[in-house]
C-alpha cells in the first residue's frame, strides 16, 4: 500500500509535465491545445524576375526534346497486348497454377476446388478486361494529342504571319483598324496549348508502354498510333447488345455457375462472395472433432453447412440478378454515348465546312481589297481549331466504343481469352 500513492504521484506529474510541454508550442489559449500564431492578412504577389523570355527559357531547359524513335502500334494489337500484360490477372492466374499444383500433390484431396478456380479465372479476365479499357482509352487520347500537335504548329505559322503582316504595315506607314496585340497574344496562348499537348504525348506514352508490358530502348522513344480515324455509320441494336454483354461477361457467368454451387464447393462460393465484399463469405470456425463427443460435433457442422450452403446460393443468386441489371443498364448507357458522340462528329463536320467556306470566301475577297489579311489570318486561325476539334470528337466517339466492348466483355474475347 505505501508503494500506490508514490506511483500515482509520479504518474500525476509526467502527465502535468508532458502536457505543459506541448502547451508551449503554440498561442496561449486553453491548456495542452496547440495552435498557430495569429497574425494580420497579408497579400500574396507573385514574383517572376527570374524567369526569361520563353526562348531563352527553352534553350536552358533543353527544349524541343526531339529524339527516341517511333514505334508503330495498331488498335488491335494495342487491346490484347495489355490484355495479356496485365500484371494482376497475371498473378491470379499464378495463383490458380499454385493450387492445381497443391491440389496434383495430394493436399487438397478433400476439397472440390473447381469453383475456386472459377473465382480467381474469372477475376483475371475482368481485370484484363478492364486493363485493355484503359490502355485504348490512352490510344485513342495519344492519337488525338498527336494530330492536334501539328494543328498547332500550322497555326503557330499562320499566327506569325499575322505579326510579320502588322510589322511590314507598320515599315510601309500603313493604317489597319485590326488589334496589333491580337496575334502576339495568340502565338502566345497556342505556345501554351503546345506545350500542353507536349506534356501530355509524353504522359500517355509512359501509360502505354506500361499497359502493353513493353519497356522502350531509351526514355525518349514514342508509340506511333497506326490507327484509321475513319468514321462509319453502323447503327447499334440496343438490346442486342445487351444480350451480348449478358453472354459474355466473365463475371455473371461465374455467378451463374457460383449460384448451384454443391456441398463440396462451399469453400468456393465463400470465395465468389468474398470478391463482391470481404465481409461476405466469412467462413465459421471449424468444428473440434477430437474428445467423446468428437462425431456429434462434425454432426452438427454438416448441418450447418447444408444450412450455410443454402444461404450461399441464395445470396449469389440475388448477386447475379442484381450484377445483371447494372451491366444492362451500363451498356445502354455506353451504347447511347456512342449514338452522342457520333452526332458530336457529324456538327463537327458541319462546322468545318462552314469555317472552310468562309476561308476561301476571305481569301477571294482579299485579292480585290475586300478582306484584310488580318481577317483571313483570323479566319484561317479559326479554320485550324474547327479541325482540332473534329478530330477530339472523332477521338471520343472512338473511346465511347472501345467502353461499349469493355462493358460487354469483349475485349478479352476478341483476344482468344
Known amino acids: 500500500m505505501r508503494c500506490a500513492l508514490p506511483i500515482a504521484c509520479l504518474l500525476i506529474t509526467c502527465a502535468a509535465v508532458g502536457c505543459a510541454g506541448r502547451s508551449g508550442h503554440g498561442h496561449a489559449g486553453s491548456a495542452g491545445e496547440p495552435g498557430l500564431a495569429q497574425i494580420e492578412r497579408g497579400v500574396i504577389t507573385p514574383d517572376v524576375s527570374q524567369v526569361a523570355a520563353l526562348a531563352e527559357l527553352d534553350q536552358a531547359l533543353g527544349y524541343p526534346r526531339l529524339g527516341g524513335l517511333y514505334h508503330a502500334l495498331a488498335p488491335a494489337d494495342c487491346q490484347c497486348m495489355s490484355v495479356n500484360a496485365a500484371p494482376r490477372a497475371n498473378l491470379l492466374d499464378g495463383e490458380r497454377s499454385a493450387l492445381a499444383a497443391r491440389e496434383s500433390r495430394g493436399l487438397c484431396a478433400h476439397e472440390d476446388n473447381s469453383l475456386t478456380y472459377d473465382v480467381l479465372r474469372t477475376a483475371a479476365l475482368e481485370d484484363r478486361n478492364r486493363q485493355a479499357g484503359e490502355a485504348l482509352n490512352d490510344y485513342y487520347l495519344l492519337a488525338q494529342r498527336e494530330a492536334q500537335l501539328d494543328l498547332a504548329s500550322r497555326a503557330l505559322s499562320d499566327v506569325r504571319r499575322g505579326v510579320e503582316g502588322f510589322a511590314k504595315a507598320q515599315q510601309q506607314g500603313l493604317m489597319t483598324k485590326a488589334d496589333r496585340t491580337e496575334f502576339p497574344r495568340r502565338e502566345i496562348e497556342l505556345r501554351d496549348q503546345q506545350a500542353q499537348l507536349q506534356n501530355g504525348v509524353a504522359q500517355l506514352n509512359t501509360r502505354l508502354w506500361n499497359f502493353i508490358g513493353v519497356r522502350p530502348s531509351t526514355p525518349d522513344d514514342r508509340i506511333w498510333p497506326t490507327t484509321d480515324m475513319t468514321v462509319t455509320v453502323e447503327p447499334i441494336d440496343m438490346e442486342t447488345a445487351v444480350q451480348i454483354g449478358l453472354s459474355t461477361r466473365p463475371e455473371l457467368g461465374l455467378l451463374r455457375r457460383a449460384r448451384c454451387a454443391s456441398a463440396s464447393q462451399l469453400a468456393g462460393a465463400r470465395t465468389a462472395l468474398a470478391g463482391v465484399s470481404p465481409l461476405l463469405g466469412l467462413a465459421p470456425q471449424p468444428a473440434k472433432c477430437d474428445g467423446p463427443f468428437g ?123
Not at 483570323?378 to 473511346?399: C, F, P, V, Y
Open 295 to 417: 462425431i456429434l460435433e462434425a454432426l452438427k457442422m454438416a448441418c450447418k453447412d447444408d444450412r450455410e450452403l443454402d444461404e450461399r446460393r441464395q445470396q449469389l443468386n440475388r448477386l447475379a440478378w442484381q450484377r445483371e441489371m447494372e451491366i444492362a443498364a451500363e451498356i445502354r448507357q455506353n451504347v447511347a454515348t456512342v449514338e452522342l458522340r457520333l452526332r458530336q462528329v457529324a456538327l463537327a463536320k458541319e462546322s468545318l465546312g462552314q469555317w472552310r467556306n468562309r476561308n476561301e470566301e476571305l481569301k477571294g475577297r482579299s485579292q480585290t481589297g475586300g478582306a484584310s489579311y488580318a481577317e483571313v489570318i483570323g479566319s484561317q486561325l479559326t479554320l485550324d481549331q474547327a479541325e482540332s476539334d473534329l478530330i477530339e470528337r472523332i477521338a471520343a466517339w472512338k473511346i465511347a466504343q472501345a467502353r461499349l466492348k469493355q462493358s460487354q466483355g469483349l475485349l478479352i474475347a476478341e483476344c482468344g481469352h
